[in-house]
């Protein structure tokens, strides 16, 4: 059997561990492995790939991005937005139909996010071989426990709290770090709680000002005078109150995201010295930890043996510490999100964490 | 309440993480914490102890040790080997109970592994207000899924390899590299895995000398003419195989714990370059990982709520995903060992991992 | 005889091991030392100072920010811009004169920046024991070879792009990296060089955008599909040609500081996706690198050697790989700037790197 | 022009950096580059070597050892110890000669320690267009103010003794850790006072057991129960006392090197709990420093200027802050020593560091 794989979407610690893990084990069973450059994109007239064998994937556990590159948009994600992506048109899906013929492909490993899995699922039910392997560096799909590359993301704005806590100290300074998280908050809640962060702002727990400014004013009583603030992407105020925090930008803090606005409107309200940073792409990037490459190593095993054993249209999951798989339509489009009373968010509140709801 | 914390046995990264939890938990529910120093020591006359307030640990969330100190040895811990633990003398148990009761201690968390527990189970029975938080940087415990200090311990065997990886390859040497592991063997298995190790030597599987052999010369005909392997210091050959071990040790390899053993003997057979290290005490250093960070705090925090409820000879304990509690007495002398047909050691072989089984 | 200490201005990695050189040879040369917290501040009634033994600083040497505490503005640095910086008003040198001779400090050594020392040099004209340590993370004293805080900072800087540069190659973007140097490019020059990036862009050489362009179109045609670009702060465009940057900013790039400008002008002139990190106060934390440690400490001696010759006035600098002192006078407001034709730079340039002069 | 290049002798970090100086230097200046893979021996009878380009050096900055490979022993290396290399035989050098010609080589880089450069120099001294570059972890060349490698080498056992420095605190316990260096004591003494070391034994200074015990007695009456303890692997006692030394090996500190036998006596003659750690090739591995990268990537530009100018017959060296070159001649054979009186080991010890002299 000839397997095809492909990376789709925003490039996420732990690619190259499932490439690894789909390499060694097609090869132990005797598979080849074609690896599509650039996602989707490769499949395209001229067809864009290469032939992988275990020689070579020396020493690509321990590196970021993907050998396979990837792309976010291009012929087949046409996005209309979270949780509503167009169909592929159909003659993009007769192209690519015509390389995965010419090149005898018997099962395409597609590991992507929702939007790329959604497209999987379209070209499943098209009748093509097709297995997906999840890929959120938000750890937010509710299909799975755990997926790679969240751990990385979290060991990043953990060095960075580690980083930003001893100048914030040393200032006696309110420091804002703003981190990924959209729609879900988990990155700023796992890195938050580990960082040492004395708020954390998640989308899911819509915030107000005057309780992050209450929690500072307690900790100046408590002698505690600097403060560290980790703010979700899509961290929000109540529905109305956003005037407010815009309102209130300006001055010495640079305009720009969440981050930099919280930070601007803390400065007002309490007086203190505020900075902030964003970490952006450099979440994205790095040596996977541990449990990333494991992860991504067993996912890419498991996608293998969906392959050997036929079972298309599936998804690798992660569930009660074993790898298994559950159908690609019961898994796309269902967010796993923060509950404000979960053991986590509780332990949280319990050792002073204030997340302003 | 007072509630009193002491740590007990070898240290471990994210021991501060708990004394972070229980301070932070306690503090928000209006307990006091009192730390004894060096494990059970301190609660001897004259008791050593200090009061832990949320000032206290501010920045210890990120230092390995622990600020409390520990003790391997010591009045209580009289170990007759492994499971089995002498009983406490009754004029040591008095004299701590007499701190105890001169300090009002509510409720007396010990963080410790399977001795100090057992030490804890006595206490108990004879009525202290007991509450344990398992530490084993092996992950060897069968009542929790996972303990703190684990991650840590596989993040330095994974970066040791990493920087093993290079040297190999360059000099086209074997490395080995010994790590902790005297009856289970998480730390190669996960460690080697994420560390691209090619052999992988655990107690729970005695290996024959003739399969790693074999498999390191179907590398050199793939063209791989470096290889690593990790071995756990309790990995063995088959019973009755030993001599073969020490026999051909010797030459240029230094003589010392099985990893220089197990070099020196790949040396002879292969003809190879063969280097070895032994990690050692690094790898119960080290600022502790996110994850390792979280589970202690959240260890922590259980601990607390278990005190204010006085339900006490529990362990804590996180099983599947949560962080609950189970009876001390049924966790205790309890090892989880690697299955060498689990789901994890097939993923490892699936990749071409050898286990010389 | 009694040393006083104190840290001005901006954090920096290495200020812990200045306070660790400072304490440990007083202690060995029978000193007490008298830390003040948070700059000159605490000069002022009522005084905040703290007595320093060597047990007071186990373990400070790799932690980032000063266990002291700092201060950029107050009543002592009223700055009026670069190099221009206004006296302190006599009421305040007086008030903090009565701190010196109640506590007897018999030295006031200065761990500052350009504007602290130029404080401390008109205290000594005053008639006070002063001796200067320099700190600068921009490297740029013309005083001193090398000063604390830099190798940290680079190294930052060189971990960040080791992360961009494989989410870059996945993605075959361009990536835009803006680091510290408002006046001096030493930053961006070395870490630009160690972490591979293509493009580096300093205050020293200003740069044409159609020079960087025309450089990623050479590349494009040699089959890298990406770009590095680390950009200084006070990176700028030839006289003249600012409007060009700002007209095209927009679009997805978030508005910002000059990174966010550049990855938005490239991203319009050469139409490949482009993204940019700001790292800011990142590069201030995190643990001190050994070289650091070592000049941080080594500064610190010295700066207790002057003490104890009562050679006051003077600054603690590195030249020609020793210690040594210079006075103050001479040190404060002397710019070290990037030469364009340096042997660093024509290096740099010799392995392809673009300056866009 | 054609240019070889070779590395030789034990790999180190920056390695990969002078690789990706001499490629992107030559490329500018249009000259081919072949790497001649595993050292001299590539030069051999079927020539083993491969065409560089800078596209074959993307991402090989970060990375440890070489991607050329390298080796210790064969055909040109026949060591007759420290300082006295053999000839290589005429017939062996002759077979490479032909590879030379053949492949129309204009210059030969050779990335390697004294044994390599004095073949080098032999090479040379027969007509060949040698260049020579300096490689010593142990920076220990008087030729050259600094070489690549040692950086890197210093902050791993910075790490270590990071690592060490909790557990020994936790536990109040003697931690002894070997590192490198046989004949220089650098690493260990730039590592020891980095990493906080309270003894540094170094082979220039032999020490004695007695004053250790006083340091460490002394420790204890201040409060300070851990003592962390660094030692080169040439350290020794003054001439007659190694008797002692192995007369209170035993008990139960693993036997071994140098390390683990001081671990032993100390613990045998403090009384107090003491455990070693070897880094061994630790050292060698892991991604250089970005001090390294930049020095690597300067001496590898160097090495092609000259190899421009046909400067043969002179090694690449770093003297006063810039790169220059010195007559190999001038250069092998000449160590450079720790001085017992400069003034890194006098400003150790003004902040209570033990040497043991």
């Known amino acids: 059997m000839k397997i095809g794989v492909l990376n789709s979407g925003g490039d996420c610690p732990g690619l190259n561990a499932v490439i690894h893990g789909i390499v060694g084990a097609a090869d132990q069973l005797g598979f080849e492995v074609i690896g599509f450059r650039d996602g989707f994109e490769g499949l395209l007239p001229p067809a864009s790939f290469t032939r992988l064998t275990p020689r070579d994937t020396i020493g690509i556990l321990k590196l970021g991005g993907t050998i396979l590159g990837t792309t976010n948009k291009g012929h087949f994600a046409a996005k209309v937005g979270k949780g509503s992506i167009a169909e592929v048109p159909a003659d993009i899906v007769a192209q690519a139909k015509a390389t995965m013929d010419q090149l005898e492909i018997g099962a395409l490993i597609i590991v992507g996010g929702d939007g790329s899995l959604t497209t999987g699922l379209q070209l499943f039910r098209a009748g093509w071989p097709i297995i997906g392997v999840p890929k959120t560096i938000d750890n937010d799909l509710s299909a799975t426990a755990i997926t790679f590359g969240f751990d990385s993301a979290v060991s990043t704005v953990v060095d960075a709290l580690d980083r930003l806590h001893t100048t914030a100290e040393s200032h006696k300074r309110i420091m804002v770090l703003e981190v990924m998280g959209r729609h879900a908050g988990w990155i700023a809640l796992w890195g938050g709680i580990a960082g040492g962060a004395n708020i954390v702002l998640v989308p899911e727990m819509p915030f107000c000002f005057e309780k992050l400014v209450e929690r500072i004013k307690q900790r100046e009583l408590q002698g505690n005078h600097s403060t560290l603030v980790v703010v979700a992407e899509g961290a929000k105020l109540p529905a109305g109150d956003l005037v407010t925090l815009d309102a209130n930008a300006g001055g010495e803090v640079r305009l720009g995201g969440i981050g930099d606005r919280v930070a601007s409107t803390l400065q007002t309200l309490t007086g203190k010295e505020t900075r902030s940073c964003t970490l952006?792409?450099?979440?994205?990037?790095?040596?996977?930890?541990?449990?990333?490459?494991?992860?991504?190593?067993?996912?890419?095993?498991?996608?293998?043996?969906?392959?050997?054993?036929?079972?298309?249209?599936?998804?690798?999951?992660?569930?009660?510490?074993?790898?298994?798989?559950?159908?690609?339509?019961?898994?796309?489009?269902?967010?796993?999100?923060?509950?404000?009373?979960?053991?986590?968010?509780?332990?949280?509140?319990?050792?002073?964490?204030?997340?302003?709801?």
Chains 1, 2, 3, 4 share one sequence.
């Open 280 to 357: 952006g792409h450099l979440q994205r990037g790095g040596a996977p930890t541990a449990l990333d490459r494991i992860l991504g190593m067993r996912f890419g095993v498991m996608a293998v043996k969906l392959a050997a054993e036929g079972k298309f249209g599936r998804m690798v999951s992660y569930q009660s510490y074993h790898v298994d798989s559950v159908p690609i339509q019961d898994a796309v489009n269902q967010l796993r999100l923060v509950q404000p009373d979960s053991e986590l968010v509780i332990a949280a509140k319990a050792v002073g964490i204030c997340f302003g709801d």
